[in-house]
């Protein structure tokens, strides 16, 4: 069964520290796709960085990298220099191939993460 | 672009009442998702359509949730007699066809706050 995995239901981080969010996966197509959102207080879902199962380098969006580790099934979030706008829920998420033969998108628990001043 | 657009953004009804959620998906984007989010059970996906066609429906609850996507212009989330535990926010998401294969991100709208009481 396809399966997103965040284990940290709760992280305080520094202002200013880098911070790395814990995602495993479970699938066992060789095509699928991995996307992290942003869900501050207000409750939109922003969009923040994707990564492809054949993508040989890490994405990077800005201060948002994707260290993916395919071989371990893990895809963490790294943010840089966190600020105090990045506390909010992190979720990731992966898209795979459906038995109806669409591809899906499912969602981690999330990781709520509050920046301290 | 203005987005994905939903409506309303806060809905109370009465147990037993229809209740009707409304969503405008970002122009070109060919496919659109209709998510449930909870504390309990977190984002789950209800129905995915593409090219207004209704293709994976397997997250719907029951017989009494209904979807339809009339045009590429707009989409309907229906619930019919509604309930408390419907009680939510419903997000919609459209998304367009990433280069080569699969999804690209998925854009949320800013969710539908859903209380039934």
């Known amino acids: 069964a396809q399966k997103i995995t965040q284990t940290q239901p709760g992280m305080f981080v520094q202002e200013k520290e880098a911070v790395t969010l814990d995602c495993t996966y479970d699938?066992?197509?060789?095509?699928?796709?991995l996307f992290w959102y942003k869900q501050p207080s207000s409750g939109e879902m922003i969009f923040l960085i994707y990564?492809?199962?054949?993508?040989?380098q890490n994405a990077t969006e800005g201060r948002y990298s994707l260290n993916f580790q395919k071989a371990r099934k893990s895809a963490n979030l790294v943010i840089s220099a966190s600020q105090l706008g990045d506390s909010a829920m992190y979720f990731c998420?992966?898209?795979?191939?459906?038995?109806?033969?669409?591809?899906?998108?499912?969602f981690g628990t999330g990781t709520r993460l509050t920046i301290i001043p | 672009d203005a987005g994905v657009i939903q409506s309303p953004r806060h809905e109370v009804t009465e147990m037993g009442q229809e209740v009707t959620l409304r969503c405008k998906p970002i122009?070109?984007?060919?496919?659109l998702f209709w998510y449930r989010q909870t504390m309990m059970r977190g984002l789950e996906l209800l129905i995915y359509?593409?090219?207004?066609?209704?293709?994976?429906d397997s997250g719907m609850p029951e017989d009494r949730f209904s979807a339809k996507m009339p045009n590429a212009s707009f989409s309907t989330l229906k619930i019919q007699p509604s309930e408390p535990r419907d009680s939510a926010v419903y997000f919609c998401?459209?998304?367009?066809?990433?280069?080569?294969?699969?999804?690209?991100?998925?854009?949320f709208g800013q969710g539908t706050r859903l209380t039934v009481v």
């Open positions: 998401a459209s998304s367009p066809l990433r280069e080569g294969a699969g999804l690209a991100e998925a854009f």
């Open positions: 699938t066992s197509d060789p095509s699928y796709g």
């Open positions: 990564q492809g199962s054949y993508d040989q």
């Open positions: 998420a992966m898209q795979y191939r459906s038995n109806f033969g669409n591809e899906k998108l499912t």
């Open positions: 122009s070109g984007h060919n496919s």
């Open positions: 359509f593409n090219n207004n066609v209704p293709i994976d």
